[in-house]
């Protein structure tokens, strides 16, 4: 019959055909005890308990929650406590708390302040933001890291601005935006616009982990999409932005990833890990949610190298350059200004540190002695700048000025520092015509101009520790020897 499993034939040694009919796999299950139907059954309250609350308990947290934010928020400029806004009032909030936001990922409260304020002074609004160039808006970021926030920013505000159909003012418009993920998103949509969503950081994940005793993975995406469902009941209907805020606050101040508060959280009466602290000692509030396995840092190595050239021209006889020259960049030197360059390098637009400006810099491939740092730099700056110390150009002064550590995320980079000071033959130009040929992007700039560059820290720190080595040797070259008096006779 249609429908049955086909039949083998198979011939055995006297010719004769066999009909092997296939075999039915039996499963056999096994009864449970009723000892193990009850520890299922309690198994099941116990995971719907985690991972839900009652309609009752939700309520309390809530009023709980908001009620202790109205008295202990702090004042912070992004915060707006005007309720009645006009259509261009919700916009500017809503632009607001986007910079804000994207501002305090991976930074603190404190160090943001003062960000946040210069950047809405310069662009005030999206419409201001959206007419800057990436160059600025790096600057204006220089320190806060992940620079590749602000581009997104930027990008953002132009797109917004482009479509010109107003800020988007829900959680599925506003992720259309680029460099607006499910956080970013709503947290606009909730502080600014009143709608009724989740927003899910570090802090929630810890908060709802301790009051629920999660005590699983963070960081895996199941118990993530949980999480975000927990975050998605607790959102009070009426206050849904003051409600987030009161949550991440908390994470923030009170229920803190190492040393909580609990006597003076407003939760701490629906918290379960703080329920079973009290009757196991053993087991910590702390020890929710569950620690993850810190990735080990990739260890780089790095030769930068700060090229300065001399101003000026040298005569053909090669007359010798001043050292006070030489120690250029220290802007004015006996009543006369240098003219002295630095060479900056532009960072490709992909990657880290996107487009930002540094001193022109090679990885090697380990820990390198300063014979073959510098085999590697030269190497460097003839290929991509013409800078040839036999032809183009002469050594005026060279340096190795010291080395440090800087950490990123992701990245343990050890950088070298050399002070390269050059003096470009004949005073000509022999960095022209090359970046049209290259891929590489380059510029020369002051003393005056580097200082009020919005640089990176770790080229900050390089530039910091040229221009103390500069102002060590310039004291050392020009502070006079005591002589011995004639007077004074030997003993």
């Known amino acids: ?42 198994e099941d309250i116990e995971d719907i308990v985690k991972w839900g609350f009652s309609g009752d308990e939700t309520q309390k947290i ?59 002074e310069k662009w005030p609004t999206l419409q201001h933001l959206s007419l800057a160039s990436l160059e600025e808006v790096n600057e204006m970021w220089a320190g806060l890291g992940y620079y590749r926030r602000a581009r997104f920013l930027l990008e953002g505000a132009r797109m917004i601005v482009a479509k010109g159909s107003g800020f988007p003012k829900t959680v599925s418009a506003l992720k259309k935006i680029q460099g607006i993920g499910d956080y970013t998103a709503g947290a606009i949509a909730s502080i600014a616009f009143k709608e009724v969503v989740p927003v899910v950081d570090g802090n929630v ?74 009757h196991d000692s053993l087991v910590l509030v702390t020890d929710f949610p569950l620690k993850g396995v810190r990735v080990k840092q990739r260890q780089d190595f790095s030769a930068v190298c700060v090229v300065e050239l001399l101003g000026g021209q040298r005569t053909s006889e090669g007359s010798q350059i001043d050292s006070r020259e030489v120690l250029g960049g220290l802007e004015k030197l006996e009543g006369r200004q240098t003219n002295n360059r630095f060479l900056l390098v532009k ?117 910091t520790m040229v221009q103390k080595l500069k102002q060590e040797k310039l004291s050392f070259s020009f502070t006079p020897s005591k002589k011995r008096s004639r007077t004074t006779r030997k003993k």
């Not at 009919?21 to 299950?29: D, E, I």
């Not at 309720?83 to 409260?109: C, D, F, P």
């Not at 949980?226 to 998605?232: I, R």
């Open 205 to 278: 994940i810890r908060v709802i982990a301790r009051l629920r005793a999660i005590s699983a993975n963070p960081k895996d995406s199941a118990t993530v999409k949980k999480l975000w469902k927990l975050a998605a009941q607790l959102v009070d209907p009426i206050r849904p932005g003051d409600f987030n805020q009161a949550l991440m606050e908390l994470g923030a101040t009170v229920c803190t990833s190492l040393n909580p508060s609990c006597s003076s959280c407003p939760a701490s009466g629906h918290c379960r890990a703080l329920s079973i602290f009290r």
């Open 62 to 120: 809530r009023e709980s929650l908001l009620e202790w934010y109205d008295q202990n928020k702090r004042d912070l400029p992004w915060r707006y406590t005007n309720t009645a806004e006009s259509e261009e009032e919700e916009t500017k909030r809503a632009y607001g708390v986007w910079v804000s936001e994207v501002m305090l990922q991976q930074t603190r409260v404190q160090t943001v302040i003062q960000y946040y304020n210069r950047w809405m």
């Open 347 to 463: 960072r490709p637009d992909d990657g880290l540190l996107a487009g930002l400006w540094e001193f022109p810099s090679v990885l090697l491939d380990g820990e390198a002695d300063l014979a073959t740092r510098r085999e590697v730099i030269d190497h460097f700056l003839k290929k991509n700048f013409g800078l040839d110390t036999k032809q183009t150009c002469d050594i005026a002064f060279r340096k190795n000025v010291g080395e440090f550590v800087h950490i990123f995320s992701h990245i343990r980079l050890k950088i070298y520092v050399e002070l390269l000071v050059l003096h470009l033959k004949g005073g000509g130009n022999h960095l022209s015509g090359i970046q049209d040929k290259e891929t590489m992007t380059w510029k020369y700039v002051d003393g005056k101009a580097l200082s009020s560059m919005g640089l990176t820290s770790s080229v900050r720190k390089v530039y």
């Open 1 to 42: 019959m249609e429908g049955n499993k086909k039949q083998k034939q198979k011939k055995t040694n006297n010719g004769k055909v066999v009909v092997e009919r296939p075999r039915r796999s039996v499963r056999l299950l096994q009864a449970k005890t009723p000892t193990q139907k009850q520890k299922a059954k309690e």
